[in-house]
């Protein structure tokens, strides 16, 4: 890849990180490049998977929907060959896990769950999760507040106070 | 009574457009595109920085010149940045913002009646400063054809042998425009040839769009006709922590560290504390900023294009200089009827001197969203003058 594609690619990527609705022409005009170019290299991309998705994201407790967060850390045993890819798919395979990610340190497997209770998330715990062979211990964490999520602020902001006018 | 007041300081002009400024910030509910500070907070590891050394107890004056840590940083910086290098011990004052240095540089520099070329449009504050020096001070008026650049041709028109120092104020508040390196070379050779000196106003040095920042320091020997100004308030969002730096000869560095002994003490200690984390570890924040900034500036220029509002394109800073002479009416005028009309407040040109007259300051220093509120109304007003004209 040359390295102004890179570029152009670094800036699609950086901008539609923080807004992945803004307008392909609007985008275009701020980057400096033609609308189709950055159409063409975001469908190259979606193709590549680096773009992965176009998600939003939700403040559910303004939405009024009850929902809570936990975040399990899961101990395993790697199995022979396979380490931990297998039973990580066997965990990320249920629709209610939001994110599994291998972790290093004192524990090995970090899963993000959402559920609408916590009796829904314990069950999922000591039902699915712990019963699988490889998991040696599992402990598990419920958000309380997000304050920052996916590098957004979540709790309100001040008003800018500058001036309006000023040299 | 005798009058309490000097007379040399009443003689010295109010800023004409005082009065918008003031209707302007008063005005409820209005938004605005006349914001000369960035609308980004400074990068938290910054703030953070301050607030430990507060909670160390780090409440003390520091050396006149300033801490010495910060000295060492900012003569790294400016070697990284514009390739010059400077003593951080005696080549090198930290001043309560870039203007205390602007202030400071020019009494330092001018006998009675020695002249001071200043560029304009630009900063407000080279004139009176020179007043205040007893110097004299000659406005160059740069020219739109040259995207306001400094020409030779300029200087040549308004140098006597009078004239001591040239004020070089690029990246340029309010035009935008910037002088590369290519064009700086001629000026610097004027400068040799009529032994002048330089002071560099270089606070927008991080916010340039096309190829990195030249100072006229940097010219081959330059160096020891020039102070570098500089500062935190741009380009690392620190308006309010009030600090800025020069750097220079030794002599003139040694009399401006006197000046600022007597007047000022030190600058800020908490800003100093927080400025060297800045210059060590800031500078990915400074450069999202910047692609943040250009950003913002392809989108404006673009929408002025879209309106038929003539602009060249300028690559400094974070304004934009667009033309409203089509419309027939002053800077002032334009810009006090769309704040009744509109409720948008834009600096006009004229507020950065006479040559000015036609053209509007307008600040990018603003989120997308913000710029695209603004510039709805900007063209819904500009729509309805046209269509009175005919």
Request: net charge negative.
């Amino acid at each position: 890849m040359n390295d102004k594609k890179e570029a152009l690619r670094l800036e699609i990527l950086k901008d539609i990180e923080k807004n992945s609705r803004v307008d392909l022409g609007e985008l275009a005009i701020r980057i400096g490049v033609e609308e189709v170019d950055v159409a063409n290299e975001m469908a190259e991309m979606e193709k590549e998977k680096i773009i992965c998705g176009y998600h939003t994201l939700i403040d559910w407790d303004r939405a009024g929907v009850e929902m809570v967060t936990a975040l399990i850390e899961v101990r395993v045993t790697p199995q022979r060959d396979r380490g931990f890819d297998r039973i990580a798919e066997r965990i990320y395979n249920y629709p209610e896990v939001y994110a599994v990610y291998l972790i290093s340190g004192s524990y090995d497997l970090l899963v993000t769950l959402e559920g609408r209770t916590l009796k829904e998330v314990s069950r999922f715990v000591s039902e699915k999760l712990s019963p699988i062979d490889e998991v040696l211990s599992t402990a598990t964490h419920f958000i309380l507040k997000k304050y920052k999520d996916h590098g957004t602020i979540m709790v309100p902001r001040k008003e800018s106070e500058r001036m309006l006018v000023t040299p | 009574m005798r009058n309490p007041l000097s007379k040399k300081i009443v003689d010295i002009q109010p800023s004409g457009i005082r009065k918008f400024f003031d209707v302007a910030n008063e005005m409820e509910d209005a938004i605005s595109l006349g914001v000369g500070e960035p609308d980004f907070d400074t990068p938290w590891r910054i703030r953070e920085e301050g607030i430990f050394s507060l909670e160390k107890g780090k409440t003390f004056y520091t050396s006149n010149a300033g801490l010495q840590d910060l000295r060492n940083e900012i003569c790294r910086y400016l070697e990284r940045k514009i390739g010059v290098s400077y003593d951080s011990k005696n080549e090198t004052l930290v001043t309560v913002g870039g203007s205390e240095a602007i202030d400071i540089g020019l009494r330092c520099m001018l006998d009675p009646g020695d002249e001071v070329l200043i560029p304009q449009p630009s900063y407000v504050s080279y004139l009176p400063c020179t007043l205040m020096a007893d110097g004299v001070p000659v406005v160059i008026p740069l020219q739109y054809k040259n995207e306001f650049k400094l020409t030779v041709e300029d200087l040549e028109k308004y140098t006597t042998t009078k004239t001591k120092v040239l004020v070089m104020p690029f990246p340029n508040n309010p035009t935008g425009s910037i002088m590369t390196g290519e064009d700086l070379a001629p000026v610097a050779e004027f400068v040799k040839e009529h032994d002048l000196y330089v002071i560099s106003d270089e606070i927008y040095s991080e916010l340039t769009y096309k190829g990195e920042h030249v100072s006229i320091a940097s010219l081959p020997g330059m160096r020891e006709r020039t102070i570098v100004i500089n500062g935190f308030s741009k380009g690392f969002a620190m308006t309010g922590w009030r600090l800025g730096y020069c750097c220079g000869p030794e002599n003139i560095i040694e009399q401006m560290t006197k000046l600022h002994q007597y007047a000022i003490m030190c600058a800020p200690t908490t800003s100093q504390y927080a400025a060297v984390e800045g210059l060590r570890n800031c500078e990915d924040e400074v450069q999202e900023m910047r692609r943040s900034y250009n950003e913002r500036r392809r989108f404006l220029m673009s929408e002025f294009k879209r309106m038929g509002l003539e602009c060249f394109e300028p690559y400094g800073a974070f304004y934009v200089f667009p033309s409203i002479k089509e419309f027939g009416m002053t800077s002032e005028e334009f810009a006090t009827k769309l704040l009744q009309e509109e409720k948008v407040a834009i600096v006009p040109g004229t507020a950065f001197g006479e040559c000015g007259e036609g053209f509007l300051r307008i600040s990018y220093a603003y989120s997308i969203e913000d710029l695209k509120e603004a510039l709805g109304r900007v063209e819904r007003f500009i729509q309805r003058l046209r269509a009175e004209k005919q």
